[in-house]
């Protein structure tokens, strides 16, 4: 098993202190081996360590005096060192199979480890879940996990993730939920095949069985032109419509049963159907913000100046489409701690490549779903010097409209017959930490400089230079 290599140490920090250095290979903590970055922050909380250390060949052992429970102060390459478990699902959805060639490896890596569902918000389908890891859950409190159902239907479900254990391994979710651990659901709904009847019976099953679920996001699955699954095809309007209706519904049930709504559509389902997004007050705290559900309402609320912080960004609408929150993360994570938190551009964060004037006019680069959210806002600005320039996914093609998805090729072809000297704004939500886009293009590609914004409306609001607080 490859051992966690350090990758930075804090100033002054009892790593420092004690002479840990980037590029130290820790073989042993305390004697034992850490599996994840989960372990490492487990095993560094003690006040008295031990590591086992290879630096350049050579071992050595460094002993690091500390208090209880305070960080050790190193960076460590990534959050899981041994084998992230891959998925052995098939499912006709997977935008994984639907990527074309020759884009970055860490794209194509399907997993389905509940260590990154805790970690990153990643989804689990519990097909690969055993009884050891549910021990671990329950033991170490590893508590939200992200379930994907799809249908509670155990034949269904097994149909729409190509495996005969899908059904049976629903059982493991009613496990975790009886041991007290938060869990999110989601339902990514395939026309046709779990939408209509299908999609009442699993809300239905839901309700009989999961009713203690924190919360079910239903979210359209993604579609590139490269699908060559024939059974997988776009919701018309009407069905989106229907869909809409149908959660609709259920929240009055599950409401009336519950006391909560538990279940809510994804921003996706609300444009595709010409629907007002529902209010902010209804989305119950936007637990399933990363998944694309409530996005449209809280970048209003930020913008707006009617939020106090902004709600987390970092993945959304492509976590939507079934792919990793952050893919490149499982390599290139650079974490200390169990929260998620990774290196690069977060939130708030806002790089700025200088270029045309401060009061040149700006164009606010957007996916088209996007750009149908922000343009209302930006002429409720009236301002006549900014304009959203909405950005068509043809390297994707097939659904595939929101922000997340943006690639270079499509930002260069659309910047190209833009005017020079303006100022661009580029929402950060579409790059990895290294400011690469999906396609490997990196934002000095572009033919324009832009500027890397935090995707969220108080980061727009401050970089189009409007006074930050109560915007009305
Ligand atoms: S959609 Fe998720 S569970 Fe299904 S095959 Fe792809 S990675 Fe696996």
Redesign the pocket.
Known sequence: MPAPLIVAVAPGSPAALAGLAPGDEVARLNGQVPRDVIEWKLLTDEPVLELDVVRGGIELIVDVSKGDGEPLGVEVQSAVFDRVRT?D???E?????QLPKGMRRSLYL???DYRLSFLYGN?T?LTRFTEADLERVVTERLSPLNV?IHATDPEIRSRM?RNPRGGMSLRWLRALLDHGIEVRGQIVVCPGINDGAVFDDTMAGILDRFPDLASVAVVPLGLSRFNTEPAMRLHTADEAAAVVDAVDDWQDVFETVLGHRLVHAADEYYLMAGRPFPPAGSYDGFPMHEDGVGMARTFELEFLGDATAATGTRSGFFAAV?LPANPAAYTGLRATSCNGASGGAGHGATSVTLGPARRAPIGVLSGELGARVIGPLIVGLGRDDVRVVPVRNEFFGGNTAVTGLMTGADLSRVLAGEPQRHRYLLPDVCLSDDHRFLDGLSVADLPRPVEVVATDGFALRAALGEAIGHGR
């Open positions: 998925c699902n098939h499912c959805f997977c935008f994984i199979y399907k997993d389905d989804f389908t994907s993730l079934d």
